[in-house]
């Protein structure tokens, strides 16, 4: 069975920077992309980007260029977000998922989300 | 860039109702990269139907998605209570995902 398990919530201080691990099992690691999507309070959802654990290759929207970077750990099968300078609009609830070619990479299992919330 | 536009923004509905939402790309897009989903308060999105038309396991088959040009449809028939949520198409398309603003589906 494929599970998807973020770590837990954080509050966190404006200008500082924020990691999210994403542990995963039930699958070959390397056979699915990893997909992270931010949903601000009250809102839609907005793709951030993806990492493929293959070979560690990240592609960014173009709104988080440079203010995210997002990595793939083989030994763990862990996927990490990691979101620098935070501001206030950056509290949201940010979720990892899975895709895999065999389903046009539509994002398949996903994670329970993890609320950062950014405050002084 | 493509925008997905979803209507109508609220759907209101009984149970047992038919429901059709609509998700309109801006541009021609590859339809086997369409998606929906389906989300409840407080929980993940929940994938319905990928490729546009194929429904996930475990999904009803209430729940049907179709294509034509740039309008994609998900169409839910005999409306369940706990059908009422936010529904939300995504295209895929190379190193980009776009997701439409969502549809509320609450009950009338």
């Known amino acids: 069975e494929v599970q998807v398990v973020q770590s837990g919530a954080e509050v966190k201080m404006p200008g500082t920077t924020v990691k999210i691990s994403c542990k995963t099992s039930?699958?070959?690691?390397?056979?699915?992309?990893i997909q992270w999507v931010r949903q601000a309070p009250g809102k839609g959802l907005a793709w951030m980007g993806l990492?493929?654990?293959?070979?560690?290759?990240?592609m960014y929207a173009e709104n988080f260029r440079g203010k995210v970077t997002i990595t793939a750990d083989k030994s763990t099968q862990t996927a990490y977000m990691e979101l620098r300078r935070l501001r206030s609009d950056d509290t949201a609830v940010y979720y990892c998922?899975?895709?895999?070619?065999?389903?046009?990479?539509?994002?398949?299992?996903w994670g329970q989300g993890t609320l950062v919330t950014v405050s002084s | 860039e493509i925008v997905l536009a979803q209507s109508p923004g609220t759907l209101s509905l009984s149970p047992g109702e038919r429901a059709t939402l609509s998700c309109r790309a801006s541009?021609?897009?590859?339809?086997?990269?369409l998606a929906w989903y389906q989300q409840k308060p407080g929980q993940a999105p929940r994938l319905l139907i990928y490729?546009?038309?194929t429904r996930a396991a475990g999904i009803p088959d209430r729940f049907s998605g179709s294509a034509s040009g740039t309008d994609f449809t998900l169409t839910i028939t005999r409306l369940e209570p706990e059908d009422f949520a936010v529904y939300y198409c995504?295209?895929?398309?190379?190193?980009?995902?776009?997701f439409g603003q969502g549809t509320k589906l609450e009950i009338k």
């Open positions: 998922a899975l895709s895999h070619s065999s389903k046009y990479y539509a994002f398949d299992s």
């Open positions: 541009q021609t897009i590859v339809n086997n990269y």
């Open positions: 039930g699958y070959i690691f390397t056979d699915q992309y």
């Open positions: 490729g546009a038309s």
């Open positions: 995504l295209f895929y398309g190379i190193s980009q995902g776009i």
């Open positions: 990492v493929d654990p293959e070979d560690g290759e990240a």
